[in-house]
């Protein structure tokens, strides 16, 4: 895998559709939006954009339950819009990568409805049927995701069905080789019309327990947690035998050049790395979600950063991310002055940055009133603090009512901020967060010891991380200061450099020697030996 690879060197952008460009004015955002918004991503520089689910869905988990893996849900638009925008995308040399969700279907899906039609169905077994336990109840102790049993009753045919999450997602049985090759074969079908890659829901989860044998207790379960944390997820996910359906996606997407799997995978480190697959003939890049689960401190980000790189197989790729449609965003989690630092972060770390839309122009912690609560996981278990609305508020493109986003009713309440700190005004704005991811972006374009260059570490302790970055004879230092008081970095005596960005954005060629000062919540990318 050459340093050129595009998927590389190059910085991916989430697209949740419901909420980036509404083009009809039903309030929920569509493909055409999408393409009308194109031109800015390319301003904003970055190389490909995911897209979340736009297939037929009834939106029990919009869009993670669908109906049809061939088609785009009118919501969206149609496949002719899908054909434009992807050819439009092309012109401008951005990728685009597809949300491919293989652990279940809707439970409207013609395959699950043959199946559940009756205990013969030559479908049947493309889903997983169980009888009852021992006691009449479900056939295992697992949990669903979104909270309850993970199994639920069919009364016409007597049996259980399982779901890893809604009763609308049952799961699909990968252990059936019909499954499989009619799911390798939608995979083709979007291959075929150019898609550059996959972002695989759940990947982790498509092989269970051959006997489905009860899950541990958790003893560290806590009652103000998720309910699926009451067991640990022994038997229900991560079984050895998922790395071979994940090495077949793989062979698949290696019949088309160029083409990138990625997979959602949400365990420890040792265990997620094994989805590099042996020979690296797994995913290419198996998410790392370190970054949204840590503490907000120099010391444990150093740690997890050396973790994390020493524990990545020979020639293994790494990847980044900060937030995504599931997690609260990085604004809400550290506050508008250190979310400027995580971006400085995101953007210089080894391997490929994922970034989540609206990151860039700062939406932070949105209340969702309960009357516009959407989110079936909110729903399911209230109160909690578990509900995913608050990351998935609409775009704010301009000053006009609704941001830009929608000239009818957004189906999610915009973050309030949205009448000042929109694009249109920010993109104009020398000091804005959205200047500074810009120029981040620009930077790592124009220094390929940002993106493919060799890392390693220089500090990690009293609110700074440091780390050197470099590629052929360049050298680069960033130094971040993750606390709100001002932090002094002591470098070998003879250092010198200057600034090349500070995410105060006003010290550009400033020289700097061996002692760096940087301020409060600064964060600075230095050349060194110039
Ligand atoms: C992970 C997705 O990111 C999430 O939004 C969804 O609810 C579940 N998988 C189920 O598909």
Same mark, same amino acid.
């Given at each position: 895998m050459p340093e050129n690879t595009w998927w590389k060197r190059g910085i991916v952008y989430q697209i949740y559709p419901r909420s980036f460009?509404?083009?009809?004015?039903?309030g929920i955002g569509d493909l055409e939006g999408i393409r009308q918004r194109l031109d800015y991503l390319v301003w904003l520089g970055v190389d490909a954009i995911w897209i979340s689910p736009i297939y037929n869905?009834?939106?029990?988990d919009f869009g993670y339950?669908?109906?049809?893996?061939c088609g785009i849900d009118p919501i969206f638009g149609a496949l002719e819009d899908f054909d434009r925008l992807i050819g439009e995308a092309h012109a401008r040399g951005l990728k685009l990568i597809l949300d491919f969700v293989p652990n279940h279907t809707s439970d409207q899906h013609p395959w699950f409805r043959e199946s559940r039609?009756?205990?013969?169905?030559?479908?049947?077994?493309w889903y997983i049927w169980r009888n009852p336990g021992p006691?009449?109840?479900?056939?295992?102790?697992w949990i669903s995701n979104f909270g309850g049993s993970a199994w639920e009753w069919?009364?016409?045919?007597g049996q259980y069905y399982y779901h890893a999450?809604?009763?609308e997602q049952p799961d699909l049985n990968w252990r059936n080789a019909e499954v499989r090759k009619a799911m390798y074969d939608t995979l083709r079908f979007w291959l075929d019309r150019g898609v550059d890659g996959f972002r695989v829901d759940?990947?982790?989860?498509l092989i269970k327990d051959a006997e489905f044998r009860d899950n541990p207790p958790n003893?560290?379960?806590? =009652?103000?947690?998720?309910?699926?944390?009451?067991?640990?997820q022994v038997y229900s +996910?991560?079984? =050895?035998?998922?790395h071979e359906v994940v090495s077949e996606m793989r062979a698949v997407l290696d019949e088309y050049p160029h083409r990138v799997l990625i997979g959602e995978i949400y365990l420890p480190l040792e265990r997620l790395v094994?989805?590099?697959?042996?020979?690296? +003939?797994? +995913?290419?890049? =198996?998410?790392?979600?370190q970054l949204v689960h840590t503490a907000w401190n120099a010391r444990e980000i150093g740690t997890l950063i050396k973790e994390y790189e020493t524990a990545l197989p020979e020639g293994g790729w790494p990847n980044w991310v900060?937030?995504?449609?599931d997690q609260p965003r990085i604004g809400a989690r550290v506050g508008p002055r250190q979310a400027r630092v995580a971006a400085m972060l995101l953007l210089t770390l080894r391997g490929t940055p994922t970034m989540y839309y609206g990151d860039e122009i700062g939406i932070g912690k949105v209340e969702i009133p309960p009357e516009a609560v959407q989110d079936p996981w909110e729903k399911n278990e209230?109160?909690?603090?578990?509900?995913r609305d608050p990351e998935r508020t609409p775009m704010h493109w301009d000053g006009s009512d609704q941001g830009g986003f929608?000239?009818?009713? =957004?189906?999610l309440p915009l973050d309030p901020s949205f009448p000042t700190c929109h694009v249109e005004g920010l993109r104009n704005d020398p000091s804005s967060l959205l200047t500074l991811y810009r120029h981040l972006i620009e930077l790592r374009r124009q220094h390929l010891a940002l993106s493919v260059g060799r890392y390693a570490p220089v500090a990690a302790e009293r609110d700074i991380i440091a780390y050197e970055r470099w590629h052929g004879t360049e050298r680069l230092l960033v130094a971040l200061n993750l606390g709100h008081e001002p932090r002094t970095l002591s470098l070998p005596h003879r250092t010198m450099g200057r600034v090349l960005l500070s995410t105060s954005l006003d010290r550009r060629e400033e020289p700097v020697g061996a002692q760096i000062d940087l301020r409060p919540d600064e964060g600075l990318i230095v050349a060194l030996g110039t």
């Open positions: 460009q509404d083009s009809n004015g039903d869905s009834p939106m029990a339950d669908v109906a049809d893996y039609s009756s205990r013969t169905s030559p479908k049947r077994d006691d009449g109840g479900p056939p295992n102790n069919d009364e016409a045919t999450f809604l009763k759940v990947i982790w989860h003893l560290a379960y806590q =009652p103000s947690q998720a309910e699926i944390n009451r067991f640990l +996910a991560d079984q =050895p035998e998922v094994a989805y590099y697959g042996p020979d690296l +003939a797994g +995913a290419h890049l =198996p998410f790392n979600f900060l937030g995504n449609h209230p109160g909690l603090g578990l509900g929608t000239s009818g009713n =957004p189906w």
